[in-house]
């Protein structure tokens, strides 16, 4: 009998605990989301800036075509806004037609800028 009172109030006091983490822990006041936007926009910043140089290497070294380096730059210009306008979100509905639309008529799975891959 006394086994089953410890075992009780364990579970009981795992119980307690797992439904005040979220709250006690999932608090972000105003402080916290500005630092963490920042975050993600000097994340997106870095990432473009290494496309950006990516671009400039593969262009230089004859790489791509002009046209390419075209289309990748409008791509790039393209995330930019995107990413201006939207912040770090929405990453849940980049395939299947979200963000980034239905290029190539493959469900978002479009190849090279959006070219099908069954031509």
């Known amino acids: 009998m006394r086994k089953k009172r410890i075992w009780l109030l364990a579970v ?7 439904l005040a983490a979220p709250a006690a822990f999932g608090a972000i006041d105003g402080n916290d989301q500005n630092v963490q ?11 473009l800036n290494w496309h ?5 290497q593969a262009q230089k070294d004859g790489q791509i ?16 806004d995107f990413h201006a306008q939207n ?26 800028m959006g070219e099908s891959q069954t031509n």
């Open 12 to 18: 009981a006091g795992i119980l307690v605990l797992a």
């Open 37 to 47: 936007n920042q975050q993600n926009q000097k994340f997106i910043d870095q990432m």
């Open 52 to 56: 950006q140089s990516w671009l400039d």
């Open 65 to 80: 075509t002009p046209e390419q380096a075209k289309a990748w730059q409008d791509h790039f210009n393209y995330m930019r």
């Open 87 to 112: 912040g770090f979100g929405l990453m849940g509905s980049m395939m299947g037609g979200g963000m980034m639309g239905d290029f190539g008529g493959n469900n978002g799975f479009g190849g090279m």
